[in-house]
């Protein structure tokens, strides 16, 4: 089955309302998404993939795949996060037990820098500022 981000709105009552449903995206088990502060972009961690795939947020939300695969990880991405500005996306990866870093695009485009290597066994989550 194919990994798919969908899109929603919610109004001061509560009501939720479907903007895109179901954008497939050609990966497995897409488990987290982060978001830039400016909501222009949105990335997937595609766990049984060890990809992350990237979408643009359009107008009232509504989604676009840039990329199925806009960057690899080496065993499966955990949890992910963006840096407080969002200009970098951090991916742990607790198969591997490394967290890899990535710049990210004016256009929403993933460049790896660095990966951290060494991770303890049972770590879990990821935060960053």
């Known amino acids: ?5 969908s899109s929603y709105t919610v109004s001061e ?16 088990a897409a488990c987290w998404v982060a978001v830039t502060k400016n909501g222009h972009f949105a990335y997937t961690a595609n766990a049984a993939s ?12 509504a989604l676009k795949l840039l990329q199925s695969v806009a960057a690899t990880t080496h065993a499966g991405p955990n949890d992910m996060t963006l840096s407080k500005n969002s200009r970098f ?5 607790s198969g591997a037990h490394e967290i890899q870093g990535f710049s990210v695009g004016e ?6 820098l660095s990966t951290v290597s060494g991770i303890p066994a049972g770590a879990a989550g990821l935060a960053a500022n």
């Open 107 to 112: 256009e929403g485009g993933l460049t790896w």
């Open 1 to 5: 089955m194919s990994g798919a981000l």
């Open 89 to 93: 996306l951090y991916v742990f990866d």
């Open 13 to 28: 009552t509560g009501v939720l309302r479907t903007v895109s449903g179901s954008v497939a995206d050609g990966q497995k």
């Open 50 to 61: 060890g990809t992350i795939s990237s979408y643009a947020i359009g107008e009232g939300g």
